[in-house]
Nanobody, 123 residues
């Protein structure tokens, strides 16, 4: 069982970036997938989550209206489209999977984690 995040990079403020999370070894549609981020010296914070069917999503206030989640269960992938990026969005972004019945922002609910991808937003 493996999750792999990719797509991070350097972007200017106001720009866009899409990060992806690919899963293997699981029935992907059984899992809600969340994104978390961790800036240097800070705790890992919730960003957004999408349920297994892709018809329910929840976003942190700090990203709502700028970030959009989608998923393709045929490709075992989840995508986080990030628009209007700000320097404070700079962090390592992690995807995580939860086989629970709903969607949650609680970090302890997620049993599978990817390795993280670095997003840097320059001012």
């Amino acid at each position: 069982v493996q999750l792999q995040a990719s797509g991070g990079g350097l972007v200017q403020a106001g720009g866009s970036l899409r990060v992806s999370c690919a899963a293997s070894g699981v029935t992907f549609s059984d899992y809600a997938v969340g994104w978390f981020r961790q800036a240097p010296g800070k705790e890992r914070d919730f960003v957004a989550v999408i349920n297994g069917r892709g018809n329910s999503k929840y976003y942190a206030d700090s990203v709502r209206g700028r970030f959009t989640l989608s998923r393709d269960n045929e490709q075992n992938s989840v995508y986080l489209q990030m628009n209007s990026l700000k320097p404070e969005d700079t962090a390592v972004y992690y995807c995580a999977a939860d086989k629970g019945s709903g969607i949650t922002s609680a970090i302890d609910s997620y049993e599978l984690w990817g390795q993280g991808t670095l997003v840097t937003v320059s001012s």
